[in-house]
């Protein structure tokens, strides 16, 4: 069996890593990207640019991750179109596709903010968007490893209480807050059967971090 599945592998891994293309008798018309203009307010805002081609047949494709992004230096650009921001101001971003292109105006206001980190707003859609809080995870009827969370966020005040009250608040520690367990689990600090979903370089960690500082 191990060697059937070595052999697998090595079948479909040309397929794994086929990159994206056009297709071979497409010809790009216009670029149009949504949304077309981005306005971002304090440093843990994004966004997810989507660039559709038109083709002189009247094909609409999703170009997103084949286009050629130049992105103004007021923020940083993912490999699949997420924008965020790493400073104020205001910049065209350019974007190219078989001798197309377009621009989107980008503006960034408050990345100094120092406003302070809101659980609902926040840190509640984080621990979404990394799956803490899903049906496989913490979000389970019966939790994980004794730690419960509402199904998906469906309960914040739950939450709250569950992530600073359970265990006297033993998974927080304000006075050397990358060394709280909410710190060091997601990223591989400390054993975690989920694995590791965040690197300190991550915006979801920093944001969290400074919601530990502030008191939780």
Known sequence: MKYLALLVMALLAPWAVAAEALPADAKVKSLSVTPPNVAMAGPFAYT????SATTESGEVLDVTRLAKFTPPTNVKLSPTGQLRPTGDGTGDLKIELG??????????????????????????????????????????????????????????????????????????????????????????????????????????????????????
């Open 48 to 51: 997810q640019l989507l660039v």
């Open 99 to 216: 001798g197309v292109t377009t621009t989107v105006k980008v503006q960034v206001t408050d990345f100094a903010s120092k406003a302070p980190v809101s659980f609902v707003k926040d840190v509640q859609p984080t621990l979404s968007k990394l799956g803490c809080n899903q049906g496989t995870c913490h979000g389970s009827a019966q939790g994980k490893n004794g730690f419960k969370l509402s199904l998906r966020g469906y309960d914040p005040i739950y939450d709250h209480r569950a992530l600073t009250d359970d265990l006297e608040g033993r998974r927080f520690n304000r006075a050397a807050t990358e060394r709280s367990l909410m710190m060091m689990k997601p990223a591989g600090g400390v054993p975690h059967a989920g694995g590791v979903v965040w690197t300190k370089d991550d915006p979801s960690y920093v944001m969290v971090n400074r919601w530990i500082a502030e008191g939780v």
